[in-house]
Structure formats: C-alpha cells, structure tokens
C-alpha cells in the first residue's frame, strides 16, 4: 500500500502492482545514476521542458526504492502506459502547503517589527 506521505504512488501495470517512492534516496539515485540536479529536473517537469530520459531516471529511481530488480525498460514502459504518473509522484513527495497549517488558524500573523 503506497503512502502518501512518504511521497509514495502505486502503479499497476501489465498485471503487477508496484510502489514508486520518490523520497531523499531517490532523488539522490537519480543524480548519482545522471549526473544532473533532481530538484532541476522537477523544475522542467514543471516547466514543460524536461526530457524523455530524464522522466524515465526520475521513475526509475522512484521505482527501484521498493523494487531494486526492476529495470530502466520497466520504467519506461509504467511511463508509456500512463504519462500522468510522474506528475502523480511529485505532487505525492512534495504536496501543497496547506495555509492553515503553517499559522495554526488559517489567518495570517501579524508581523511586528
């Protein structure tokens, strides 16, 4: 069972379901296994700029956190099947700020110099 909180999303694909974790080691996969900056590569996501590759590294390394024997083709293949699951995965590791959590009443402070 995938855990939001944990910036995790289950997949089922081809008869399989799999856990894709995007959390600190999978983004530290991802720059170790491209030599690139994993927050860089978020940002293209977001900016409509990132690339095929980059996309499959991403859900490679999110992949492989609780399936270590799944491969780059596996990856690419979850993408194939369903290009909404990276913009799925990232919105899980790093959701919306909720407002009213960071006051504690959902009004903004007063500031005070």
Do not use: W
Not at 21 to 49: H, K, L, Q, V
Not at 69 to 80: F, N, Q
Not at 92 to 104: E, L, N, T, V
Request: hydrophobic share 45%; aromatic share 8%.
């Amino acid at each position: 069972m995938a855990n939001r909180f944990l910036g995790e999303i289950a997949v089922d694909h081809d008869g399989a379901s799999y856990t894709l974790r995007f959390d600190f080691n999978a983004m530290c996969d991802y720059e170790a296994d491209t030599g690139r900056n994993a927050m860089s590569a978020i940002a293209a996501f977001e900016a409509g700029s990132i690339g095929f590759s980059d996309m499959r590294a991403l859900i490679h390394a999110s992949l492989v956190q609780e399936n270590p024997d799944a491969d780059k083709r596996l990856a690419g293949a979850i993408l194939s099947a369903d290009m909404d699951v990276l913009a799925r995965l990232i919105r899980a590791a790093f959701p919306d700020p909720d407002p009213k959590a960071a006051s504690g009443n959902g009004k903004a402070g007063k500031r005070t110099s």
